[in-house]
């Protein structure tokens, strides 16, 4: 992946304040700015949103490159009479400038390829709107909640489930009970421990904070079983589909408090033995990913696991910290950040590869980000996020792309994209895509 492309993703997410503390100490770094966070936010923001409007690219290019400089000179000059080095800001300046003048013609593009509709797609049939916030909460005694769409996720607490605003999950939504949901058909009152299941439909996304401070967000097509309260020896939960999860440090009893998540702890070094990361003191509760094919063990960290019955392939992607990912047989393998083991069904091994840690966060936040990706790849996310069945029509699926866009944009808008660059054409009828050679 180009640097360009990198740090253009960083500035979407900042700006988008999905951030993490790593991401941010990244994209700080790259322009020498530890200590002026206020120039990248102050001038992307607003130069971003003040050429929105603009029409002439070219009009509007010159003269975002022209006021972010002005803006940096002014900047440099300031730090500069009070001793800072000038050759580190001009150089951090220089880089800026470019950067930003690349990224703005990739964003200027998508926006407004997205924005307009050329009468050629006329032609495409209907179109489909992008999925949502949709998710069903199965409790212990088998009656189900359709969770609001308003909503992006739910909180397990000591005493009740609720929405991330703090609203109670309430009686409209059980179709099945007009009773309201108590606390213990909830198993979140008393000592009580049940078995809870979060489902998200083709199409939706819903984020849960489990009962120890983990969360995890659940892509489109996906189920995860939990308990309302964990054990004190362990954390386990069970995943079919995709989900992305922030696991945060749990103690036993003996301790005073849980680590918050993402501190020194997640980022061991990538030289330490299995064993000494995986035997841990009896303080650490372990937390465990269980699939179809195999376990994840983790205790504080963030990382994805794609497990879609219907791949043979479940992966298992870090971001920060160490997991380790073990098939039934025992065969283990411990990843290092920025690794992805592949487990397939008809390999006998574990395959370790760079992961596209890119295209993983981008999904969390809201994007489909692919980078030189196979269109059948795609076509598998994006079946799934407009719940649609895909149709190829000549040799089309081994064809690679690449792409930044918003998943709020229809299916239309999506694969104006692709037909745009030349690389397919389409037709929706009703919930069925047509993929063909262009």
Same mark, same amino acid.
């Given at each position: 992946?180009?640097?360009?492309?990198?740090?253009?993703?960083?500035?979407?997410?900042?700006?988008?304040?999905?951030?993490?503390?790593?991401?941010?100490?990244?994209?700080?770094?790259?322009?020498?700015?530890?200590?002026?966070?206020? @120039?990248?936010?102050?001038?992307?923001?607003?130069?971003?949103?003040?050429?929105?409007?603009?029409?002439?690219?070219?009009?509007?290019?010159?003269?975002?490159?022209?006021?972010?400089?002005?803006?940096?000179?002014? =900047?440099?000059?300031?730090? #500069?009479?009070?001793?800072?080095?000038?050759?580190?800001?001009?150089?951090?300046?220089?880089?800026?400038?470019?950067?930003? /003048?690349?990224?703005?013609?990739?964003?200027?593009y998508q926006e407004a390829s997205n924005n307009q509709q050329p009468a050629v797609i006329q032609s495409v049939g209907n179109d489909v709107l992008p999925g949502g916030s949709k998710a069903t909460l199965t409790l212990a005694d088998g009656h189900t909640i359709d969770l609001?769409?308003?909503?992006?996720?739910?909180?397990?607490?000591?005493? &009740?489930?609720?929405?991330?605003?703090?609203?109670?999950?309430?009686?409209?939504?059980?179709?099945?009970?007009? #009773?309201?949901?108590?606390?213990?058909?909830?198993?979140?009152?008393?000592?009580?421990?049940?078995?809870?299941?979060?489902? #998200?439909?083709?199409?939706?996304?819903?984020?849960?904070?489990? =009962?120890?401070?983990?969360?995890? %967000?659940?892509?489109?097509?996906?189920?995860?079983?939990?308990?309302?309260?964990?054990?004190?020896?362990?954390?386990?939960?069970?995943?079919?589909?995709? /989900?992305?999860?922030?696991? &945060?440090?749990?103690?036993? /009893?003996?301790?005073?408090?849980?680590?918050?998540?993402?501190?020194?702890?997640?980022?061991?070094?990538?030289?330490?033995?299995?064993?000494?990361?995986?035997?841990?003191?009896?303080?650490?509760?372990?937390?465990?990913?269980? @699939?179809?094919?195999? #376990?994840?063990?983790?205790?504080?960290?963030?990382?994805?696991? &794609?497990?879609?019955?219907?791949?043979?392939?479940?992966?298992?992607?870090?971001?920060?910290?160490?997991?380790?990912?073990?098939?039934?047989?025992?065969?283990?393998?411990?990843?290092?950040?920025?690794?992805?083991?592949?487990?397939? &069904?008809? /390999?006998?091994?574990?395959?370790?590869?760079?992961?596209?840690?890119?295209?993983?966060?981008? %999904?969390?936040?809201?994007?489909?980000?692919?980078?030189?990706?196979?269109?059948?790849?795609?076509?598998?996310?994006?079946?799934? %996020?407009?719940?649609?069945?895909?149709?190829?029509?000549?040799?089309?699926?081994?064809?690679?792309?690449?792409?930044?866009?918003?998943?709020?944009? @229809?299916?239309?808008?999506?694969?104006?994209?692709?037909?745009?660059?030349?690389?397919?054409?389409?037709?929706?009828?009703?919930?069925?895509?047509?993929?063909?050679?262009?």
């Amino acid at each position: 992946m180009s640097t360009n492309r990198r740090i253009l993703i960083l500035f979407q997410k900042y700006l988008a304040n999905a951030h993490n503390h790593d991401e941010l100490d990244e994209l700080l770094r790259y322009f020498n700015l530890e200590e002026d966070q206020a @120039t990248l936010r102050t001038l992307v923001r607003q130069e971003f949103k003040r050429l929105e409007t603009q029409q002439d690219e070219e009009e509007a290019l010159t003269h975002f490159v022209d006021t972010v400089k002005q803006k940096l000179d002014a =900047s440099i000059r300031s730090r #500069t009479r009070k001793g800072s080095s000038f050759k580190s800001w001009f150089t951090a300046a220089a880089i800026l400038v470019v950067v930003l /003048a690349v990224g703005f013609r990739f964003y200027f593009y998508q926006e407004a390829s997205n924005n307009q509709q050329p009468a050629v797609i006329q032609s495409v049939g209907n179109d489909v709107l992008p999925g949502g916030s949709k998710a069903t909460l199965t409790l212990a005694d088998g009656h189900t909640i359709d969770l609001s769409e308003a909503q992006n996720g739910i909180i397990v607490g000591s005493e &009740s489930i609720t929405y991330q605003d703090g609203s109670l999950i309430n009686s409209s939504s059980r179709a099945s009970d007009p #009773t309201p949901p108590s606390r213990s058909k909830f198993g979140t009152g008393s000592n009580d421990v049940t078995l809870l299941v979060l489902t #998200t439909p083709k199409g939706g996304q819903y984020q849960v904070t489990l =009962s120890d401070g983990t969360n995890v %967000w659940l892509n489109a097509g996906s189920t995860l079983k939990y308990p309302s309260k964990f054990a004190s020896d362990k954390r386990v939960v069970e995943l079919e589909g995709e /989900a992305y999860f922030e696991v &945060s440090h749990q103690l036993s /009893a003996i301790s005073s408090q849980p680590s918050a998540v993402g501190n020194k702890e997640d980022q061991q070094s990538s030289a330490q033995s299995a064993s000494s990361v995986f035997h841990p003191s009896h303080e650490r509760i372990p937390f465990l990913v269980k @699939t179809q094919s195999q #376990t994840v063990e983790v205790l504080g960290t963030r990382f994805n696991i &794609s497990a879609y019955p219907e791949e043979k392939e479940t992966r298992t992607a870090l971001m920060t910290g160490s997991v380790r990912v073990a098939r039934p047989s025992g065969q283990s393998v411990v990843l290092k950040p920025g690794q992805e083991v592949v487990n397939h &069904s008809d /390999a006998a091994d574990f395959a370790v590869r760079q992961a596209d840690v890119d295209e993983i966060e981008a %999904w969390r936040n809201g994007y489909f980000g692919f980078d030189d990706k196979s269109i059948k790849y795609i076509m598998q996310k994006v079946a799934r %996020w407009y719940d649609v069945t895909v149709i190829y029509e000549g040799d089309v699926e081994n064809r690679k792309f690449g792409c930044m866009v918003k998943q709020s944009k @229809t299916l239309v808008q999506l694969l104006t994209n692709f037909k745009q660059a030349g690389i397919l054409d389409f037709h929706i009828e009703g919930r069925r895509l047509v993929i063909r050679e262009i």
